[in-house]
């Protein structure tokens, strides 16, 4: 099982954006130290070519990016101090999904350890997000095959804004966003399927109307290949999330989206997406979580 891995540049930020961010330093080390991958199954992706974030970024975004002119209004939207290394990192998570794509094909399920970064449209950044992985490795697949039907099913409990908007006039991708209805991004998109939940809903209830959808969506739209975006800010404990699963709950919503594709031979990559609990214990077993889920496929 191949995954992407993040060179993550954590002390080069503020002390103040250290939390949840050091959970792309954390995450390996425990996969690693509780023998869900093995140091073999990583890979360091290559920072993705101008030319293919093109394919998704407008001209004047990119451009403003890349010489560091964006304005103090965007930059606040975005939510991080900007800096070059921040942007370089964003061409380096988007090739990983890229590259996670040509893996899950080969066998079934491939992850990036970070990435999901959906608040990213064509031509700004928000809610700390400055590229658009997802929507930039989908860009990039469908110059290459045209003919290719794409899923992008996004279970963080923000909605997948930028991606919905990004997608909004293209058949041959289908964008599912199951989100907390009363969450951030308060003004939402149109996915191609939105399921807006209310607040306080438990595990049951969710995992009763994912499971309703999953298997009739792949059915009806029948793609060539997934992208998951996996955040864990479902759980109850999150700070942001206003959803109310457990983490074993959280492991159950994983195992249906995966087990399904899987079964169904569909190719899928998993994203990690946004997640806030007050402990990064937390955080890290519940990311654990959907790489064990997959694992446990693949074997
Ligand atoms: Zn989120």
Known sequence: MRVAFDPIYIYELPPGHRFPMEKYELLPEQLMRVGVLDPRDFFAPGAMDESDILLTHSNDYWGRLKKQELTPREIRDIGFPMTPRLVERG?????????????????????????GTHHAYAGRGEGFCVLNDIALATKVLLQRNPGLRILVVDLDVHQGNGTAHIFRHEPRVFTFSMHGARNYPLRKEKSDLDIGLPDGTTDGAYLTVLTAQWGKLLDSFRPDLVFYQAGVDVLAEDQLGRLNLTIAGCEERDLIVLSQCFRKGIPLVVTMGGGYPQRLSTLLDAHTNTFKVAKALIL
């Open 91 to 115: 061409r380096y998570i988007a090739q990983g999904t890229l590259d996670c794509a040509g893996y899950a094909a080969q066998d079934g399920i491939s992850l990036n350890i970070a990435g």
